[in-house]
């Protein structure tokens, strides 16, 4: 469910991914989100990569 644009990660679909786990894993979307950007960087699907580390970022406790 990545949606790329020209210049990088669509913000707009990663701001809903990133309610849609907070409401799905309260607390623990942060380290789900995390957990999938790894996974896709050991897959080496850069453009998967990209989208869930914004989530992550989006997500992360400040």
Do not use: C, N, T
Not at 8 to 36: F, N, P, S, T
Request: charged share 35%.
């Amino acid at each position: 469910m990545v949606v790329i644009e020209k210049a990088g990660v669509d913000h707009i679909e990663v701001g809903r991914k990133a309610h849609e786990l907070e409401v799905r894993h309260g607390d623990g979307a942060y380290r789900y989100a995390q957990r999938l950007s790894e996974e896709a960087g050991a897959k080496e699907d850069p453009d998967d990569h990209r989208f869930w580390s914004a989530v992550a970022a989006m997500l992360r406790p400040r």
